[in-house]
């Protein structure tokens, strides 16, 4: 069958399936997902837990092996999947379609998938596991629908937001779910059930003792490059995920190509403030920004973003992502040698 996130709890307190596939690249929700069938599972008598992690040598066979092995800690198990950006291939989907006509006793199976395209979804695997049991996609929260789930998502925290300070986040925290998340449970801890307004979240994406992501946009964008330098070290040593660095860098390189793009063909800077929902106090800056540098500039900042993902993907090797990282930074500020 086919659920949708939110309908996730709903099934799990109904009955627990043999088998999830759960699928998409919003890490937060993906996570969520699987942490809520892991609990499920747990009050159910599920208190072994075992994790496979697929690459190019992955055997197959260890899954069905796994399957039919007798534990001495537990009569019932969990097993998890992680097939990442791989796709199970032709060992893969057989093995999955003969796990799904064994349907262990007392085992239940979740794969945890990034986004599968539509061949995918109508693959005989993907079939047999629909039929024996769920198939949860998670899609990506769009630009329109950020300040409803970040509305929804602080009720559900029981954190009251006032339109204003609603709008900063979303402003903020556009298209990264985990960092808007980890943002609300810090504002929870610092105002509980107070209203917060716009100086709170101001308060709170500023906080002096600490660094945040956004202060290292911020100085990027002022072209303020030591004081970036300081804060990327900063960050590194608190054990930021890059990712959150790439994804807020990048966010930053795209407005100002935008930018860049419209000056060059005599387009109001208001109308690409419009589109991506910039908060009136950064429209100057960026602005700003955008006149340091060129089109094309801009488009090799990008390119190195690709390269970022993929050192912290795994897919190339090449070079640590902080360092890249910096490297970006730096020709945000448009230190020379970057432009």
């Known amino acids: 069958m086919k659920l949708r996130p939110e309908q996730l709890n709903g099934s799990l307190k109904k009955s627990l399936l043999p088998i999830y596939l759960i699928s998409g690249d919003e890490t937060l929700l993906v996570q969520e997902a699987v942490d809520a069938i892991r609990q499920s599972a747990r009050e159910n008598g599920y208190d072994e837990r075992h994790v496979f992690d697929v690459d190019r040598q992955f055997d197959w066979n260890s899954l069905l092996e796994d399957a039919n092995a007798l534990s001495l800690f537990s009569d019932k198990k969990l097993t ?9 291939g032709t060992p893969g989907s057989k093995a999955l379609q003969h796990y799904c006509e064994l349907n262990p006793d007392d085992n239940i199976l979740v794969i945890i998938a990034n986004k599968l395209d539509s061949a995918a979804l109508k693959s005989k695997w993907a079939q047999a596991i629909d039929k024996l049991g769920a198939i949860v996609q998670v899609w990506p929260v769009s630009l329109e629908e950020m300040p409803r789930w970040l509305a929804q998502r602080a009720r559900q925290m029981q954190l009251q937001l006032d339109k ?8 903020r925290l556009e298209g990264n779910l985990l960092a808007a ?6 504002l929870r801890l610092l105002y509980g059930r107070e209203t917060i307004d716009l100086k709170a979240v101001e308060a709170s994406v500023g906080d002096s003792a600490r660094y945040d992501i956004f ?17 990327s070290a900063h960050l590194k040593m608190e054990g930021l995920e890059p990712s959150i660095v790439l994804w807020a860098l990048s966010k930053e390189i795209r407005t100002l190509y935008a930018l860049a793009q419209a000056q060059q063909q005599n387009i109001p800077p208001q109308s690409i403030f419009k589109q ?3 908060f009136p106090k950064r429209q100057q800056p960026l602005l700003n920004a955008s006149r340091r540098h060129s089109i094309k500039t801009l ?10 993902d993929d050192l912290i993907k795994g897919v190339s090797k090449d070079a640590p992502p902080w360092d890249k990282l910096d490297g970006i930074a730096m020709g ?3 230190v020379q040698g970057f432009n």
């Open 80 to 88: 998890e999947l992680k097939l990442g950006k791989f796709k199970p």
């Open 164 to 171: 204003d300070a609603l709008d900063l986040l979303t402003d």
């Open 181 to 186: 998340h980890q943002e609300l449970e810090k």
């Open 215 to 231: 202060d290292l946009t911020d100085a990027c964008i002022a072209g303020k490059a030591k004081q970036a330098v300081k804060i």
């Open 276 to 278: 991506f929902r910039i």
């Open 299 to 308: 488009s090799n900042l990008l390119d190195q973003s690709k390269q970022v």
């Open 332 to 334: 945000i500020c448009s």
